[in-house]
């Protein structure tokens, strides 16, 4: 028996379900039941049984995860006692992410996490999706946070899953226009996708091909414009020069929309699902790791509360 296999049982019990228990500790549910039905085995015991509801301990099972509770109420005892000395969590985190949505959710995480965790080294990079796996299969990042459309998630999942990955889907957004405030397309009564395709587009180098803007915004023989930095995607976005399609999220806390500068637009009879997660090795999660997604997770939740729905215009 090992103390491992006691968390995993205490965790089952809290969530009442594999699958809830199973995320919240970061490993895959067969990997999860595997680690119970071997501890089961092990005492000779059931400890869970199946009912309409989730799982249920049994008589006895309901016994040992008190016996658990008391072990890792001593457990914690002694992680807060060396928390509050002078050896605190420390180590490396990498963190890379799409430039697309490197905004205000991931600053506000990481501000909170440096917050908590002072003496954890922080590398912090912008990437494509690419890349971001490259960098993830042979361990250069740790955690690499990334968009995926819908036609191209389940492929992705698929692939990942054999190469060892675990992604984790955080928010499903859409896309919503960018445009000056002045903009003669922010002063129509309805905005639809064909009406983007007289005027200069901008979008991020490398997150968004060729083939996304033809097949599945619509948009042909368009002018677009590559950039590799946000701050000057929305300087060209504020002065009328072009317009943008991003995520809605983009909008939340931007001092360009905020300022009136730019003005985010939903676009009529067009709802393209963009999915927000994050991916790391199922291997190579380390605690610095496992407190920043922790950390990231309630910053989402939190922030997501805060991001208004946009008028039809």
Known sequence: ???????????VSKQKSITKAAKQLFISQPSLSSAISNLEQELNIKI???????VEPT?????????????FQEVEEINNMCAN?????NGNLTVSTLPAISNHILLETLSIFKEKHPQVNISFNEDDTSNIMREIKVGNIDIGILALWDYEKEAFLFNQC???????????????????????????????????????????????????IEVFMKLKDINVMRFNDRESMKKVIARGNAVALLPRVMSLNDIYVQSGKIRPLTISHFKTNIHIGF??????????QKKFILTLRDTVNTLLK????????
């Open 59 to 71: 008589e006895i099972g309901r016994f040992l995860i008190e016996k658990a509770s008391r072990i």
């Open 1 to 11: 028996m090992r103390l491992k296999q006691l968390q995993y049982i205490l965790e």
């Open 48 to 54: 869970f049984i199946r009912t309409h509801d989730g």
């Open 279 to 288: 991916v790391y090795r199922k291997d190579y999660l380390q605690i610095a």
């Open 85 to 89: 000395s002078s050896v605190c969590l």
């Open 306 to 313: 805060d991001l208004p729905q946009l008028p039809a215009n």
């Open 162 to 212: 054999k190469n060892n990955i675990h992604y984790e889907e955080l928010f499903i957004d859409n896309f919503c226009l960018f445009t000056a405030t002045d903009h003669i397309l922010s002063q129509k009564q309805q905005v639809h996708i064909e009406d983007i395709q007289n005027y200069p587009l901008v979008v991020f180098k490398n997150n968004i091909s060729d083939k996304d």
